[in-house]
């Protein structure tokens, strides 16, 4: 497939990408590297009115799965979605109304109403059978088959996420608004470990194997035992945190506002490297994407690719866009309206296709995106085979 996408490279500018212009068809040569775009057959022109019209998807490499359009009313946003196995889980707000749908085939599986308007409820897990929502104060379990409300239970603390899950035991494992970090168990409603951090946690608490990372505001952070809260290790960065972490491998990953990206080693505890390379406040969270690390500059100062083995950087890149998936040698960035295809090892725009307005792109099942639109409207983009 990468063949196929390769022979639509484009060179964009950064002010050509902002001002929304077409991607060229027409065979002609990169001028960084030699590469030429030829000409390769194209989907029918026919306007679908999809979030991504199939010849600029397929230019990316996908090919239209399915689509929904939830209809949200003005008074209606998304708040929080999730992929949950073969279910696609969207929150609605503010009359917290939640819709499963069909990761096959996109067909709506159930929908239901659950809390108050008073409430908030943010991003769920699931184990085999059943989905954990919760609000500030609450967690409610409900049925993964029809959504039918089985529990609900109250917090140990008040919450402003949703949780890290250790589905093995169990454990549903919260950061409070009052640094209390507990592991509240699905199964007896209870909380099943503590621990105190110094300051409010307002990012979700990240699991990876079976410890879990938490950073509080003030950049303390701990990697506990998920199963009993024991600490294993802890620290705190030089500054306030306001972004969430991110783990891969064997790895942590924390952007400070003291500008610093810290890479610490997610057995040990020890700093593996430091990136001083920001010239502002990191406050977007880390992407991890495999060989590099993607570090959103916001609003306006567009992304640093790293290294993520050595924090040497790789790249810059002006387009203030959010990173979506690594790609063998590609990557899928997305703005609020183009989703960019960038070559992996120097940040250059291979692609822009253009969509209609974005809200997010995420991964799915299968090397498939997710597509959301601001007014509740879906769409799954399946990878193409060669």
Not at 43 to 50: D, E, F, L
Not at 365 to 374: A, C, E, R, W
């Amino acid at each position: 497939m990468r063949s196929m996408v390769k022979r639509w490279i484009m060179v964009s500018s950064i002010a050509l990408i902002s001002a929304g212009c077409a991607t060229s068809n027409n065979t002609t040569p990169n001028a960084s590297n030699g590469r030429s775009a030829v000409a390769v057959p194209q989907a029918p022109t026919t306007r679908t009115g999809h979030l991504i019209e199939p010849g600029p998807a397929a230019e990316l490499g996908y090919r239209i799965g399915w689509a929904q359009d939830m209809a949200l009313p003005d008074s209606q946003r998304i708040t929080a979605y999730a992929v949950l196995d073969d279910l696609l889980v969207v929150i609605e707000a503010p009359l917290n109304v939640v819709t499963a749908y069909s990761l096959r085939d996109g067909e709506r599986v159930w929908k239901r109403q659950y809390g108050s308007v008073l409430e908030t409820f943010h991003t769920p897990v699931r184990d085999s059978e059943r989905v954990f929502l919760n609000t500030e104060s609450r967690m409610f379990t409900v049925r993964a088959a029809d959504g039918e409300l089985l529990a609900v239970a109250n917090l140990e603390a008040p919450v402003s996420t949703g949780p890290a899950f250790n589905e093995e035991r169990g454990l549903a494992i919260f950061g409070g608004v009052n640094g209390l970090v507990f592991a509240h168990s699905v199964n007896n409603n209870f909380a099943h470990w503590r621990y105190k951090m110094p300051s409010r946690i307002s990012n979700t608490p990240v699991i990876n194997q079976q410890a879990v990372f938490i950073v509080d505001n003030s950049g303390k952070y701990v990697m506990l035992d998920s199963s009993n809260g024991e600490i294993l290790w802890g620290d705190k960065t030089l500054g306030d945190v306001v972004a969430a972490p991110a783990v891969h491998g064997s790895e942590v990953f924390i952007a400070s506002r003291d500008r610093k990206l810290y890479s610490i080693n997610r057995l040990t505890g020890s700093d593996t490297w430091k990136y001083l390379g920001a010239q502002r406040p990191l406050t977007a969270a880390p992407v991890a994407l495999g060989r590099i690390v993607i570090l959103p500059l916001p609003p306006d100062g567009g992304v640093i690719a790293l290294d993520a083995l050595q924090g040497t950087e790789l790249w810059t890149n002006g387009v203030n866009a959010h990173p979506i998936v690594e790609r063998q040698q590609d990557l899928l960035m997305h703005t609020d309206n183009r989703i960019l295809l960038m070559d992996l090892g120097n940040g250059e725009v291979l692609t822009s296709a253009a969509t209609l307005d974005l809200q997010t792109v995420i991964p799915g099942p299968g090397d498939s995106l997710i597509l959301f639109n601001p007014q509740g409207r879906l769409l799954k983009l399946n990878r193409q085979t060669d």
